[in-house]
Every structure is written in C-alpha cells, then in structure tokens.
C-alpha cells in the first residue's frame, strides 16, 4: 500500500485510480481468504482431528495460486503495466466517441445530413428489435472454423453498443470508470485475439501446412472461451451486482491504504 499511497501518476495519487483499487482489493481479499484457511486447519489439526488431508490439499493449492497472483499484481502496480490496459480501452472508446459526435452535429441540421440519420435510425432500430446482423466473417476463414468466426464476429456485434452505451452514460467522465474501462480492454484484447488467430490458422490450413489440424484445435478452444469472456466482460458494464461489487472493491481498497496495510486482525487476536 505504500506505493500506492505515495507513488502520484497524472497528477494524483494512485491509490485513487480503479485500476489500481481493484488490485490492491482484490490482493488483501486473497490474503484474508488464505489466513482464514491456514487457521481453520491448524485449528482442526490441533484439536485431534485427523480427517484434515482434503482441507490441506486445498489449501496448498489456494495458498499457492494466491502469492503467484499477489506477487504478479504488485509487480504490475509498481511497474505501472496496468495503465496499458486503459490505453486499449481508451483507444477504442475514442472511436465511438467521434462518431457520436458526428451524429451530434447531423442533428443540428437534419436536412444537410439526412441520408445519415436515416442510416442510424434503422440500425438503431434493427438492433432494438433484435434483426441487425452481425458482421459476417465466414468468408475469410477455412470452412473448418466457420463456427469459431461466428463467435468472434458476436463478440463484434456486442462489443460497440456496449462501448456507446458508455459513452453516452458517462461522456468525458469515462476515463474515471476504469473498472469499467478494464473489461472494455479486455473484451477488445480478446476480440482482437480470436481475429489474429483465426487468420493464422486459415492461412496453415490452405497451405495444408503439417501442423495446420493442430492450430485449428488450439483456435476453436481458444475462440469458444475468449467469447464466452467477452460476452461476461461486457455484460458486467451495465449489470447492477456487478456495478455493486466494483464499488465495494473501491471501498476495500480504500480502507486498505487508510489502514497502510491489512484492516483485519489475525484471527488469534495477537
């Protein structure tokens, strides 16, 4: 928490920034949950009992899994890393923004910018109804993964309304919601991900390249979870739990960096 109190970045502190709230929450929440573990075994294990084995497998594992992610995290904090995510998010948010400001000034007059309006109202209204298409990538991809450019052309579907929605919501202020802003980077990195791969793999299997079967099978796992991400990452912007759990991390955070360490006591009271 000291860096974090101390360290300023853009002219402030960042203890103040999203990004770096849902780390440190998420890293004192690990800490509490592996404590809480720890002591509940030992407890077991001292007061006789000896059917502890599944307890202390999962604990080894949570334990271990848990200072692998708290380490990388702090690395990331003090490295400044994560801000790299919201140059994503803010990049793409940036062309969204344009072209609403385009339509902003087609409203201001109508009739020089009718054919423009008309576009956006149908489309608008397809999407309302459900009937707009979603981008058709099939053509360019080998037939064999037809259903793994579906995913991805979906995720493209989802992913500009749910970017608008943002903008109109919170207009400039969206640099500030960058809990928000981590999943649109994410959703953007997986997006672009699948799309690369799926280009890749295409291209091995129309050279009938030797290990062209084998990307295919790497490129439908991963397209099948990146979407599944993608649609969770997006819908957590406008979900009402999820919006809920992002400012009780902020909280966490903040008690935290108050506390310059962990707010609970061990659970021993010493």
Not at 12 to 35: C, N, P, S, V
Request: glycine share 8%; aromatic share 8%; hydrophobic share 45%.
């Amino acid at each position: 928490t000291e860096h974090a109190t101390t360290r300023v970045q853009f002219g402030r502190k960042i203890e103040t920034f999203g990004t770096i709230q849902e780390k440190l929450a998420r890293m004192a929440m690990l800490h509490y949950f592996t404590e809480s573990i720890a002591y509940c075994l030992s407890g077991n294990m001292d007061s006789g009992s000896v059917d502890y084995h599944l307890g202390a497998a999962i604990f080894k594992e949570f334990a271990s899994e848990s200072a692998w992610c708290v380490a990388d995290e702090a690395i990331i904090q003090i490295l400044g890393m994560g801000f790299i995510r919201l140059f994503v998010a803010l990049t793409r948010t940036q062309f969204a923004g344009s072209h609403l400001r385009e339509l902003q000034k087609a409203f201001k007059q109508p009739t020089a910018h009718l054919s423009l309006i008309l576009e956006e109202v149908t489309k608008r209204g397809l999407r309302t109804v459900g009937l707009e298409g979603t981008p058709n990538l099939s053509n360019f991809v080998h037939p064999s993964l037809k259903q793994s450019a579906a995913l991805a052309a979906k995720s493209v579907a989802q992913f500009g309304p749910a970017v608008e929605a943002l903008l109109v919501k919170y207009g400039r202020g969206i640099i500030e919601q960058q809990f928000l802003l981590n999943r649109v980077a994410s959703s953007a990195i997986d997006i672009y991900t699948m799309v690369v791969a799926l280009s890749r793999a295409t291209r091995s299997l129309q050279a009938g390249t030797p290990s062209a079967q084998h990307e295919a099978l790497m490129v439908k796992v991963w397209c099948s979870e990146a979407s599944a991400r993608v649609s969770m990452n997006l819908g957590a912007l406008s979900n009402s739990e999820s919006l809920d759990n992002f400012s009780t991390l902020s909280q966490i955070a903040k008690n935290v960096c108050e506390a310059g360490g962990f707010v609970q006591p061990n659970p021993l009271g010493i």
